[in-house]
C-alpha cells in the first residue's frame, strides 16, 4: 500500500520531504494535510484524496524565503539539513495555532520532529525569532 | 589593529538556503532513468560456514539481478587498514548482519518479498559476543589471539609506588555501544560498466575511502573510479568507513546489470542493526595518590569491543588509549589497551573515537576516588591538571599555555555552582523524593589524526580561479552538517579578502577534488583549512605577481584580476601539502611523543534532578566550557557543541543498544532512545579564546571534544544527588539505575 509519502516523493517528484524512520518518529516526512501537521509515512496515499496538502516546496513564495526559513538561516537552525524540511514544516504549523509561543510551547511543538546536529537550542531560537519577525511586521503595519 | 573580515564572524551557512527550502540533494532524492534498486541478503546466524544459498519458489528469479561473493571482480575484502572485511561472505560467516547475496530489481515490493525468500543453509559454529570471553580467547574467532591490536604506554614506574602511596583507589567503568543516529540512512548509487569503470554517489564522509576500496574491488585503475558526495545527512563517524561496502554493493549489482544505475537505500532498521557503532569499552583503573591527593600512579587496562572485523579498531583503539590518562600530571604512567572481536557487526568511527570511553572512566574515577579519599573532587582536580611544561602520559611536553583550573573555574562559575550546591544540601535534607546533585568533568581531545597520521596522509587541498571570477575551493573534505563548506570558504575569503559569495566549495568528487583526507578526527577546519589557506594565498601571490592585482583592491577588482588571468593563461590553480609543523616528534613502535600537534580543552559542568520513584535522571543545567583555539564562526561552533553535548547526554543516561546474539535488538528509533526538544535543558556554551599559531586563523578542532564531557559530568552528578559512587556504568538508564540502587538497599525505608 502506497504511503502519502511515496505519492509525495516519487509520483509528485517533490523529495524536500524526506525519509529518517518509516514509522512516525522522526518526523523527517512532516507535511501539513487538510491544515494538521502530519507525518506523511504514516498515511495511507488514499486517505490524502481530494485533501489540501502543503509541503516544504509550498512554505517559500517565490524567491521569498518565509519568516520561518529565513530564521533557520540566521540562528543556525539547520546543519546536516536532513531533518530541516520537517522541522520548518511544525515551527509553520505551531506558530499558526500559536503565534506567540514561549521556549516550553516551542519545545513541545518540535517534540515530535528528531534532530541529531542541534541538540535543538539553535532551532528554539529560530522558532522564537520567526515568531517575533512576525509580530514587528504586524506592528508595522498597524502604524 | 587589524579586524578579520570574515574570521570570528557568524556567516551564514554556504549550503543553507538550499537546507531550508528542500532543495538539497540527496542519494535518496536522485533517481535515474533505467534504474533499478538493490538490497542485501544478510546471514542472521552470529557464526558459521556458508554451505549453499536457496533461492525460494514463488518469485521470477529470472527477473533479478543476484550478485554474491563469486562475481566479486577483484579483491574480495575491503581496502581499508587491513584487508579482512569481506563485502560478501564467500564461506565464512562471523556476525549475523554479514552480507551474502545483493539483489536488484525495478519493482522494491518485489524486491523485499524476494530478500526473504532468499535461504542461506549455515551450519553454525560457536559464536562469541562476550570482551572479556574474547580477551580470554574462549573460541578463536580472529586471527591467533583475537586481538585487532594492542596498545602499551608507559612512563616511570607504577610498581615502585602502590606501597607507599597514602591512598589506592580502584575502579572498574564500562561504556556502551551508540547509535550515530544519523537522520538520513545510509544509501549510495552506482553506475559500473566495463568500458567506463564505476561512478558512485553517496551520503559518504571519506570519498577516498571509497575510492580505494572500489579499486580495490574491481581492480581498477585511479581514473576509472570515480565518487561524489551527495548532500550528506549526518555522519558523525557512521558515513566513515561502512559507505565502502554500500558502495561496493550498488557498483557490484549495476555491473552485473549491464550498467544500469542501482540505488541502495538502507531502511532504518537495517541501517542501526547492520552499520557500525561506538565500540563498548571496559576500564580498569588502579591509581595511587599522596595524602595531599597529588596523583602517583595510575595503572589503566582499557578494552574495546571491535566486533567481527578489524576496520577501524586499531585507531579508535589508539585514540582511546592516549586519552586515558585524562588531562593529569601523572609521574608513573601504564596505560594497557586491547581491541578484541567478537561476533557482532564491526564496531566503528563516532565522534570521539575511543576517547569518549576512556575520558568517561578516568573523569568518573576521579569522583571516585574522591569520595574515597574524603577529598572535594575539585580540589582533587586541581592538585594534578597539567600546566605547560608539564608531560601527558606518551611524554607529550605541554607546550601552550592551557589554564585548566581556570577553565574549571569558569565552568563552575557559570553553573552557579556554589550556591546550587547550598541548595541542594537544604533541598536533600528534605524527604521528597527528588534528589539534586551536580557534577563536572575536565578533558582534552587531540586535534587532527593520531601520531604520524597526518604525515602518512600527506594531505592535499587547493584552491582555483574560474572565469566567472570566482574562487572554489578544492576538497575533499565532506559538508554533512558540521560547516566545512563555509569555513573553508571563510578561511579562503579572509585570505582573499574578497566577500563570502565570491567563494565556493566544489563538491567532493574524486574526478575534481584531490585526496585532502578524510572527514574525521576533528582534523577539517585546523589541518585542511590551513591547506586552503596557504593554498590561497599562494593563489593571491600569482594574481599580485601576474600584475592583473593591484593592492588594494575590492571584490570587483579580484573577481576582474581573476577572469583577466584566465583570459591569459587558461587556468589559475594552486594547491598546498600538508607538513608536520616544526618539532612534532612521535615514535609509533614506543607510543611516545606527540600524539597530537595540539588539543582542544574543556570543562563541562551539570545539574540534575534524581527522581527515586521514577529512577529518571533530568538534566537541569548543563554549561560547556571550552578553549578551541580561536572560534572562527560563533554560530557554527555552538551549534557543534550544543549537538556533540546532546549526543553525550543520550550516551551517558539513554541511548542504549540491547544486543540479543550479536544483533542490535532495539534497531527503531521507537526503542533506541535519543533526546527529543523535550528532554533536554538548553546547552550553555562558553569559549575561551586562545589562537593556536599552527591553524588558520588561530582555529583548533572541535567536532569530537563535546562528545567526551557529558557523560561523566552527568554520572558524577548523579553521585552527588545521591551520594553513593555505585552507577559506573553508561547509559545509566532509568532500569540500570533502579537495579543499582535496589542492590544496594538505597531505598530502605530509612532512605527513602
Redesign the interface.
Known amino acids: 500500500m502506497a504511503r502519502l509519502l511515496d505519492v509525495i ?2 509520483d509528485l517528484e ?10 512516525g ?2 518526523g ?1 516526512c512532516s507535511v501539513i494535510l487538510n491544515g494538521k501537521l502530519v507525518n506523511s509515512c504514516l498515511v495511507p496515499a488514499v486517505q490524502a484524496e481530494g485533501a489540501e496538502l502543503r ?3 509550498g ?2 513564495s517565490d524567491e521569498q ?1 518565509h519568516s520561518v ?1 529565513e530564521s ?14 520537517g522541522m ?1 514544516m511544525a515551527a509553520v504549523d505551531l506558530l499558526k495555532r500559536c503565534p506567540h509561543p514561549d ?1 516550553a510551547q ?3 511543538g ?15 531560537d529560530s522558532v522564537a525569532q520567526a515568531a517575533e519577525r512576525a509580530i514587528q511586521v504586524a506592528e508595522e503595519s498597524r502604524s | 589593529m587589524n579586524p578579520s573580515l570574515h574570521i570570528g564572524h557568524s556567516r551564514i551557512r554556504k549550503e543553507g538556503r538550499a537546507k531550508v527550502t528542500g532543495e538539497a540533494q540527496y542519494t535518496d532524492d536522485v533517481r535515474m532513468e533505467y534504474m533499478l534498486y538493490g538490497v542485501t541478503v544478510r546471514s542472521s546466524v552470529p557464526r558459521g560456514i556458508l554451505k549453499g544459498i536457496e533461492f525460494g519458489e514463488g518469485i521470477p528469479w529470472d527477473e533479478f539481478v543476484i550478485v554474491t561473493a563469486k562475481d566479486v571482480p577483484g579483491e574480495l575484502n575491503v581496502a581499508l587498514i587491513e584487508r579482512d572485511q569481506p563485502f560478501l561472505a564467500l564461506d565464512r560467516i562471523n556476525h549475523p548482519e554479514e552480507p551474502v547475496v545483493l539483489l536488484a530489481h525495478a519493482d522494491r515490493y518485489l524486491l523485499e518479498k524476494a530478500r526473504a525468500a532468499v535461504h542461506l543453509d549455515i551450519e553454525p559454529l560457536p559464536p562469541l559476543f562476550d570482551l572479556e570471553e574474547s580477551l580470554a580467547c574462549k573460541e578463536v574467532i580472529w586471527g591467533q589471539d583475537n586481538l585487532f591490536k594492542k596498545i602499551l604506554i608507559e612512563k616511570g614506574d607504577v610498581d615502585s609506588v602502590w606501597a607507599g602511596a597514602a591512598h589506592v583507589v580502584e575502579g572498574e567503568y564500562k561504556t556502551g555501544s551508540q547509535e550515530q543516529l544519523y537522520i538520513e540512512p545510509n544509501g549510495a548509487i552506482a553506475v559500473a560498466n566495463a568500458e567506463a569503470g564505476v561512478t558512485v554517489w553517496g551520503s559518504l564522509q571519506c570519498p577516498y575511502y571509497v575510492h580505494t576500496a572500489l579499486k580495490a574491488l574491481f581492480n581498477l585503475p585511479d581514473d576509472k573510479v570515480r565518487v561524489i558526495q551527495m548532500e550528506t545527512g549526518g555522519g558523525f563517524g557512521g558515513k566513515e568507513d561502512y559507505p565502502s561496502l554500500i558502495a561496493g554493493h550498488a557498483a557490484l549489482l549495476s555491473l552485473k546489470a549491464g550498467g544500469r544505475p542501482v540505488k541502495i537505500v538502507y531502511d532504518r532498521e537495517e541501517d542501526m542493526v547492520a552499520t557500525t557503532k561506538r565500540h563498548p569499552s571496559r576500564t580498569r583503573i588502579r591509581s595511587a595518590f599522596d595524602a595531599e591527593g597529588r596523583l602517583l600512579a595510575l595503572d589503566i587496562d582499557f578494552a574495546l569491543d571491535g566486533g567481527a572485523y578489524l576496520t577501524l579498531s586499531p585507531v579508535v583503539l589508539s585514540r582511546g588509549a592516549i586519552h586515558a590518562g585524562g588531562p593529569y600530571r601523572c609521574p608513573n604512567t601504564s596505560i594497557r589497551a586491547r581491541a578484541a572481536a567478537t561476533n557482532t557487526p564491526p564496531h566503528g568511527a563516532f565522534r570521539g573515537f575511543g576517547a569518549p570511553q576512556s575520558l568517561f572512566a578516568i573523569e568518573r574515577h576521579m569522583d571516585v576516588a574522591a569520595a574515597q579519599m574524603g577529598m572535594d573532587p575539585i580540589a582533587l582536580r586541581k592538585q594534578n591538571l597539567l600546566r605547560m611544561g608539564d608531560a601527558t602520559a606518551t611524554g607529550q611536553i605541554i607546550k601552550e599555555n592551557v589554564d585548566l583550573p581556570g577553565l574549571l573555574d569558569h565552568a563552575l562559575e557559570k553553573l552557579d555552582y556554589s550556591a546550587k550546591k547550598e541548595n541542594h544540601r537544604i533541598h536533600n535534607a528534605s524527604l521528597g523524593p527528588i534528589k539534586k546533585g551536580l557534577g563536572f568533568a575536565i578533558f582534552m581531545h587531540g586535534c587532527g589524526f593520531t601520531g604520524s597520521g597526518e604525515s602518512y596522509l600527506a594531505s592535499v587541498a587547493g584552491v582555483e580561479g574560474r572565469a566567472d571570477g570566482k574562487v572554489h575551493v578544492l576538497a575533499a573534505s565532506t559538508e554533512m552538517g558540521q560547516g566545512a563548506n563555509t569555513i573553508l570558504s571563510q578561511v579562503v575569503a579572509e585570505v582573499l579578502k574578497v566577500p563570502l559569495e565570491y567563494v565556493e566549495v566544489v563538491r567532493p568528487d574524486t574526478a575534481l577534488v584531490p585526496d585532502s583526507g578524510p572527514t574525521v578526527a576533528s582534523r577539517t577546519t585546523m589541518v585542511v583549512g590551513k591547506l586552503v589557506q596557504e593554498a590561497a594565498i599562494g593563489l593571491r601571490q600569482t594574481l599580485i605577481q601576474s600584475g592583473f592585482l593591484k593592492v588594494p583592491y575590492d571584490g570587483e577588482g579580484f573577481s576582474s584580476a581573476v577572469k583577466q588571468y584566465i583570459a591569459k593563461n587558461d587556468h589559475l590553480k594552486a594547491y598546498s601539502q600538508y607538513n608536520t609543523p616544526p618539532q612534532i616528534v612521535w615514535d609509533d613502535q614506543l607510543y611516545k611523543g606527540d600524539a597530537y600537534t595540539t588539543f582542544a580543552w574543556a570543562c563541562y559542568a551539570a545539574e540534575v534532578a534524581v527522581d527515586t520513584r521514577t529512577f529518571e535522571v533530568k538534566v537541569e543545567d548543563f554549561v560547556a566550557f571550552q578553549e578551541v583555539g580561536r572560534v572562527l564562526n560563533p554560530t557554527l561552533a555552538e551549534g557543534q557543541i550544543e549537538g556533540g553535548v546532546a549526543q553525550g547526554i543520550g550516551y551517558g543516561l539513554s541511548e542504549q543498544v540491547v544486543w540479543s546474539k550479536g544483533r542490535m535488538a532495539n534497531g527503531q528509533m521507537t526503542n533506541y532512545i535519543m533526546a527529543t526538544s523535550m528532554d533536554i535543558p538548553r546547552i550553555r556554551v562558553y569559549f575561551e579564546e586562545n589562537p593556536y599559531p599552527n591553524g588558520p586563523g588561530g582555529a583548533k578542532g572541535l567536532g569530537e571534544l563535546p562528545m567526551d564531557g557529558p557523560a561523566p559530568a552527568l554520572l558524577n552528578a548523579v553521585q552527588d544527588a545521591l551520594g553513593t559512587s555505585a552507577p559506573r556504568e553508561i547509559p545509566l538508564t532509568p532500569e540500570r539505575l533502579m537495579d543499582l540502587l535496589d542492590l544496594m538497599d538505597f531505598l530502605e525505608p530509612s532512605n527513602v
Open positions: 516523493r516519487e517533490l523529495t524536500g520531504t524526506k525519509e529518517g524512520c518509516g514509522e518518529e522522526c523527517a509541503t516544504i516546496e512554505v517559500a524565503l526559513q533557520f538561516l540566521h540562528c543556525g537552525g539547520a546543519q546536516c539539513g536532513i531533518c530541516t524540511p520548518v521556549e516551542i519545545r513541545d518540535l517534540a515530535g520532529n528528531l534532530c541529531r546536529c542541534t541538540g535543538y537550542g539553535k532551532i528554539v
